[in-house]
């Protein structure tokens, strides 16, 4: 047993003492991926489900009992999972196995406690969960604090990292613009204000930009808006005098990180003001401003902490109004985008011929564009290549662009087997070398001020498979069709996934994730509400102009 699985095993031991020693007693522990935004990727304090479980993948969710430890997650990650996971672990994969909430349900007892950190979990998880827990009177308990904190006795600090204004030259839209927009919706939809959780949104939304979260340039914080003001809950450490002359300018109130629980209360009151007045929206004389009672919260991306402090009758429940705006670019964003992706297809072009050449340099490789007939290796080798070697290497090619900011997400640079691995992340001790024979996979992605990126590229130096260049073929056409596309308004993204799928299913082959995503406008990449998926929730948003999409098979 190495030393972390022997600390890991430790630290299971001590929670479930926790569990038992609560008031009442705890009988199982939901240890989502999320922090208090509901965020897929998050900063390196949040991740306590792998800290607990061992598992580094972005999707997933842990439940601790008094015998047992179990972790779901998605076909993306059923081999990465198995092979982080402990002995004391159970894997549950999702779409095959029970979803949690049915697996409590069937396998607690009844009136059986089941802990979770009310920060951590959405609305609409905490009442999907609490419906099937019915069947046995089972109780979802809100923990006043995560447990799994007290256990995580090196948990990372919270850093206090700078907010950035992002220019209008980028974003394409001011900050009075948007509001505008928006307060015409909460007045359409009769809401008094509307809580912001989800990070690209408020980023989105005021026009800001941070670095609290690998990968996505966000900064932890929330937003209240109403007819009449807004706020913008941040830790005030992070506001330099360019941002508090910004956010006042724009009629913003900046408040403290932790003071959204209590304003969301007085909000709900009717008695949440705000000092600033400019972008505010004048009421006209005939709005009866008693029909303005309910506040406007996105039952996905709010927490069940937020929800809590509302009457059940207050809550307007709808898709958040920002969604839509920022998926559809508008024609600055369009053109950031294009030109991001023009800087980054040279760098990764760069990459790949200066792979190739190292190949043939270093591993005998036949090259890229030669019919030779595999490689000549070589014994003694110039230059090990790595999986994480070349990476950065990639990475450094990227850095010499304008406007980069930094990688997008992890690059999956994999060989051979490890491509298989849909969301395999290399790590410099464990990664494999590189290997002309061998199949090798890049999916990588990059930020720029103007745009993000995300681009998957699979070559093979020496002489692939015949069945190596049928999938790829497979692929291949997939890609086209779906490119080929003419479809009426209205369609979805659920619809078009078969045209990506349907030249693999011919030979019996199929991925088991989704087909393509929203991007982001330097922002997450990973954007909804869109996409293009087999999963039904690609059916809930047509798909329309100006949205992006990647087509990443």
């Keep these: ?8 095993n430790q630290h299971l031991d001590e929670l479930r003492a926790l569990m038992a020693s609560h008031s009442p007693p705890i009988h199982a522990l939901l240890i989502p991926s999320e922090d208090a935004h509901q ?21 997933g969710l842990a439940l601790i009992t008094t015998k047992e ?23 549950m994969r999702m779409g095959e196995d029970p979803p949690v909430e049915v697996w409590i349900a069937d396998n607690l007892s009844d009136e059986a406690v089941i802990g979770i950190d009310s ?94 979260v690998h990968y996505s340039p966000v900064v932890h914080s929330y937003a209240i808006v109403t007819l009449h003001g807004a706020f913008f809950y941040v830790d005030k450490r992070k506001v330099t005098t360019e941002v508090k002359n910004y956010m006042s300018e724009s009629g913003i109130d900046i408040r403290e990180y932790d003071m959204v629980q209590l304003d969301v209360s007085l909000l709900a009151s009717g008695q949440l003001k705000g000092s600033a007045v400019n972008g505010s929206l004048h009421m006209e004389k005939d709005i009866n401003v008693a029909e303005h009672s309910k506040i406007w919260i996105d039952s996905n991306s709010c927490c069940l902490a937020l929800y809590s402090k509302l009457r059940p009758d207050q809550a307007l429940m709808l898709q958040s109004p920002i969604a839509l705006p920022k998926a559809v670019k508008n024609p600055m964003e369009l053109t950031g985008l294009r030109k991001a992706h023009i800087r980054d297809g040279a760098a990764v072009v760069q990459y790949l011929a200066w792979l190739d050449n190292q190949m043939q340099e270093n591993y005998g490789a036949s090259g890229y564009f030669s019919e030779a007939n595999g490689s000549q290796k070589k014994e003694h080798l110039e230059i090990k290549l790595t999986e994480v070697s070349v990476s950065d290497k990639l990475e450094a090619f990227r850095a010499e662009k304008e406007h980069f900011k930094g990688l997008s997400f992890p690059t999956i ?30 999916d990588s992605g990059a930020q720029y001020l103007d745009g993000t990126t995300d681009i998957t590229r699979t070559v093979h130096f020496g002489k692939p498979s015949e069945h190596q260049k049928s999938c790829y073929t497979a692929v291949l056409k997939g890609h086209i069709a779906l490119d080929a596309a003419v479809f009426p308004n209205g369609t979805t993204g659920h619809a078009l ?18 087909t ?18 087999f999963r039904p929730s690609a059916r809930n948003v047509p798909l329309q102009a100006s949205m992006t999409v990647t087509d990443g098979q």
């Design 119 to 212: 920060w951590c979990i959405s609305v609409d998880s905490a009442q999907r969960y609490e419906q099937a827990f019915l069947k046995k009177n089972q109780m979802l308990f809100q923990l006043s604090s995560d447990l799994v904190d007290e256990v995580w006795k090196d948990r990372p600090p919270n850093d206090a990292t700078p907010v950035i204004v992002h220019p209008v030259e980028f974003a394409g839209c001011s900050v009075a613009q948007k509001m505008k927009q928006l307060r015409e919706k909460l007045q359409h939809e009769k809401a008094s204000g509307i809580i912001i959780t989800a990070l690209d949104e408020v980023a989105w939304l005021y026009n800001v930009r941070g670095n609290d």
């Design 516 to 533: 393509g995503h929203g991007i982001g406008s330097y922002l997450n990449v990973h954007e909804g509400p869109h996409l293009i998926s």
């Design 497 to 514: 996934d078969i045209l990506a799928r349907t030249p693999l299913w011919k030979s019996g082959l199929d991925y088991r994730h989704g």
């Design 39 to 59: 965020s897929e990727y998050v900063s390196e304090r949040d991740k306590r489900r792998q800290f607990i479980s061992g598992f580094t993948g972005s999707a």
């Design 413 to 442: 640079s994999s060989v051979g087997p490890n491509a298989a691995i849909i969301h395999y992340s290399p790590e410099a001790n464990t990664c494999a070398e590189l290997d002309a024979d061998k199949i090798y996979l890049c």
């Design 69 to 91: 430890a179990l972790l779901w997650t998605d076909g993306r990650y059923f081999l990465q999972a198995t092979n982080q996971l402990s002995d004391r672990w159970r894997l």
């Design 1 to 8: 047993m190495t030393s972390s699985s022997a600390a890991r």
